[in-house]
């Protein structure tokens, strides 16, 4: 398994007590969608945490391409192309939707303290480079025309759209989703399976922690089943939803 | 009365640079800062004790990288803690610099203060127009500041700090180095303050701790908050604004005889406070709203909407 795209293995993270992730194994595939799903409290948003430097593994290790990336920050696993959005959508309300993709490009000279001032000439070409591929992107997720509005006054699943092109900025390598169907109208959630299917299309991997088992039959190739901190079923989406064991899961049947 | 009217363009000056400071840490940065009497002070030391030895200028600057300095130092040790740590440790750091300032009297002179502090430009101000060369000065250093400022909060970086201010998780997730963006948001702002705390002592050309009360980081607060947070034309609108009510207020007691001094000096903040919250109801955004970068000018001919 060395050549894994992500790989995760016997991942550790206690909060309080609670074992959110209990020696967690399991694998990410390049350039397919792999599903993350399991009952609540499974630790499918933890395991989101701890492969983006949100939150740091007591044990375990997380390597992405070969490298061990196990326990670095956020801003750093987001340098090496893992890009990821949030379960309640979080967008920065005070930027408005054009601002809120122009912030996401990595390296602008514009950003340091002495570039912001001295080398004004090139952060502005940069600024356009930048507004030209924020336009395509939102012309592409159907949010142009909402460009100049403030980004707090989307709806819930236009928030979830913004959130994606954002990510798609950083140009990453892997795309980590959480619940990107949750609070999301139907016209709008069968526009985010078609993102995501065109996305995987043109090279991109994806990792989609998800409830909705439309979404995920949907989009998925490959399906983790997670349950108390542990991968329990692995599998095509057929196969994990078919296991006795995650029906078991899910329903509490052994309990 | 001119030299009324200098003393309070220079205090309007000095409150402007102050606030200017506090809009780019708290502002713009979400950063609490209140122990901005304590870096305004520690401005004003900085120039009174180091400019007849090394010159006026050099002074200044000696100050501003002093303030940076110890800022990035506070930051450093608070940010790492939860955010409102920081505004404790600042309360802190306020109370720190007026005790040392107090008591350190070989360095600071105590509670006597410091006296015959050169003031810019000494050597060629013909005498008698003292007061004219330091307005000049006063207003360059405003403009120089309010400019530099401008730049910053235009430019991707005040953008990236108005992103860490509204969410910090995000922003880390979007790449972008929170901890060093915060770090040098507060050296700035600090730096900003130590320029302000030396126009104080080159004006005054005495200083002593009672001059550098908490008042003057609730003055900031308002500015900040009257203004608008986040723009800088607002801030100068904001301190000029809270300045010139405080001063206005002043000759209340000649309309209204029957007040006492002590009970006009009540009243005043009192009107203050009223003025703050009519405004927070009445215009929440304060009066200047920060401005954003929009899709319309990268795209003249675009019909986005505004």
Redesign the interface.
Known sequence: MSGAFLEVSGLVKHYGGVAALDGCSLSLRKGEVTGLIGPNGAGKTTLLNALTGLAKPEAGTVSFMGADVTGLPAHRMAALGVVRSFQIVRELSSLTVFENLLLAPPHQIGERLLGAVISRRKWWAQEHVNAAKARTLLERVGLWKLADQSSAALSGGQKKLLEVARALLLEPRLLLLDEPGAGVSPPLREEIIRLVRELKAEGLSFGIVEHDMHLVGEVCDHVHVLAEGRTLVSGSFAEATSDPRVVEAYLGLAA | MSAYLVTLVILVSVAALVGLALNLQWGLAGLVNFGVSGFVALGAYGVAITAPHIGWLPAMIFSALLCAAISMALALLSIRLEENYLAIVTIGFGEIVRILLLNEGWLTGGALGIADIPRPFAAITPPGGGDGVILAFAIALVALVFV?LE??VR??????L??V???A??????????LA?RV?AFA?GGAVMGLAGALHAFYLTYIDPSQFTPIITAYAFMAVIAGGR?SNLGLLLGAGSIMALLEATRFLKDLVPSIDGAQLSALRLGMIGIGIVLLLILRPQGLVA?P?????E??PN?????
């Open positions: 530099l730049l910053l430019s991707p970086f005040g953008r990236v108005r992103a201010r509204d969410d998780t995000v922003a880390s997730a979007l790449g972008k180095p929170v963006l040098r700035v986040g920060e954003r970068r929009r899709a319309t990268f795209f675009a019909k986005g909407e505004g």
